[in-house]
Each structure stands twice: as structure tokens, then as C-alpha cells.
Antibody, heavy 121, light 108 residues
Framework: QITLKESGPTLVKPTQTLTLTCTFSGLSFNSGGMGVGWIRQPPGKAMEWLALFYWNDDQRYNPFLESRLTITKDSSKNQVVLRVTNMAPVDTATYYC?????????????WGQGTLVTVSS | DVQMTQSPSSLSASVGDRVTITCRASQNINNYLNWYQHKPGQAPKLLIYSASRLQSGVPSRFSGSGSGTSFTLTISSLQPEDFATYFCQQSYSTRLFTFGPGTKVDIK
């Protein structure tokens, strides 16, 4: 059974760096084609894909946000970490961690419950 | 980049109703289209992948169809637990995965 859980600050100030941790269980980065990534949803808006860390250590980023994003993996802790620099009020959103089972379909078959991050001074 | 739209943005329906939601892509995405169900405070749930393939464990009252730029999600007989928001996602462009804005299904 795959589980993912997001953790991190609920409130950050403008210009600060946000660090979010996804702690997972029941999945292995030894499985070809899989990945763990981050998706966010601003209040009242659509989901927005941010980044993915694939089984082969390939990292993919939303090209419109790439300069501000860093995704890393710590296999010893079963964690994937997302850093977002220069946070602004428009980055207020619920941030989700999600597992993609294969590159071919690009489907996210398991998600965390999400964590709401508010950007405010 | 591929833009996704959905219609309607919301609908009211009764238990037992047949419900159809449409998702459109701004360009041909073949069958690289996935559907999700999302309830407040919960993790989104994958229902359909590759436009028409039922994810394991999802009830058969859910079905998907379409290819190219137009897709539909159908719930054949709406159940009380189906009241939720449904959204689509294209995975044709792995440069940028994009999502539809969602369709909220509530009780009539």
C-alpha cells in the first residue's frame, strides 16, 4: 500500500524559501518508470504541476517556475523534498505530493492529502 | 503548451442520475488523458487513465471516452459518495503536465 504525506510550514513570508517534504511508504525508486512529484492548487484555481523526480534520477520541472524550484530525493529517509525560492502571495496554495506509476501514461495514481501553505507578511 | 478546459464548471444531480463531464484539450493529445475525483480535505483519486482505462479498484459505473481533443467522463448511476469535484489531466506533453479547472458535482 502506497502512502504519501506532505509536511512543512503553513505560513511563509514573501521572499522566503519554502521547503516541503513528502514522506512516502510502499513504493520504491527501483521501479522503472515511476516518479514522485509535487502539484499545487491555489484557492479556487486548477491544479498546477510543479516538479517530478523519476526513478532514474531524472528531474523535471514546470518550465514557467523552473528557476525557483528544486526537487531532491533522500532514499534513506523515503522522502522527496521540494524547495521553492522567493515565495510570493500568489504561491499560496495547497501543495500535494503524488506518485506517478509510469512515464508512458503520466498518471498520478497516489496522492497525499495536501498541505496548505499561505504566503503573507 | 496544452490548455485544458472542462464543462460544465458545476452541475447538480440526483442519486441514480447519469452524469457526463467533458474535458477539451487545446491540441491533439491522442489518449493521454486522465480523470480524477477530489473531495474536500482528501487526497485526489485517480479514476480513469489513458482516456478510457479504469484504474484498479474504481467502480465500473465510472467510464471514460474520447481521443484527440475531446474527452468525456461518465458516471452511469450517481451514488451518494460520488458528490465531489472531477478534473482531467493531460500527460501528452511531459514538458508540462496540465490540468482542467474541475467540475463540481453536487446534490440537486
Amino acid at each position: 500500500q502506497i502512502t504519501l504525506k506532505e509536511s512543512g510550514p503553513t505560513l511563509v513570508k514573501p521572499t522566503q524559501t519554502l521547503t516541503l517534504t513528502c514522506t512516502f511508504s510502499g513504493l520504491s525508486f527501483n521501479s522503472g518508470g515511476m516518479g514522485v512529484g509535487w502539484i499545487r492548487q491555489p484557492p479556487g484555481k486548477a491544479m498546477e504541476w510543479l516538479a517530478l523526480f523519476y526513478w532514474n534520477d531524472d528531474q523535471r520541472y514546470n518550465p514557467f517556475l523552473e528557476s525557483r524550484l528544486t526537487i531532491t530525493k533522500d532514499s534513506s529517509k523515503n522522502q522527496v523534498v521540494l524547495r521553492v525560492t522567493n515565495m510570493a502571495p500568489v504561491d499560496t496554495a495547497t501543495y500535494y505530493c503524488a506518485h506517478t506509476v509510469d512515464v508512458l501514461t503520466g498518471r498520478f495514481d497516489h496522492w497525499g492529502q495536501g498541505t496548505l501553505v499561505t504566503v503573507s507578511s | 503548451d496544452v490548455q485544458m478546459t472542462q464543462s460544465p464548471s458545476s452541475l447538480s444531480a440526483s442519486v441514480g442520475d447519469r452524469v457526463t463531464i467533458t474535458c477539451r484539450a487545446s491540441q491533439n493529445i491522442n489518449n493521454y488523458l486522465n480523470w480524477y475525483q477530489h473531495k474536500p480535505g482528501q487526497a485526489p483519486k485517480l479514476l480513469i487513465y489513458s482516456a478510457s482505462r479504469l484504474q484498479s479498484g474504481v467502480p465500473s459505473r465510472f467510464s471514460g471516452s474520447g481521443s484527440g481533443t475531446s474527452f468525456t467522463l461518465t458516471i452511469s448511476s450517481l451514488q451518494p459518495e460520488d458528490f465531489a469535484t472531477y478534473f482531467c489531466q493531460q500527460s501528452y506533453s511531459t514538458r508540462l503536465f496540465t490540468f482542467g479547472p474541475g467540475t463540481k458535482v453536487d446534490i440537486k
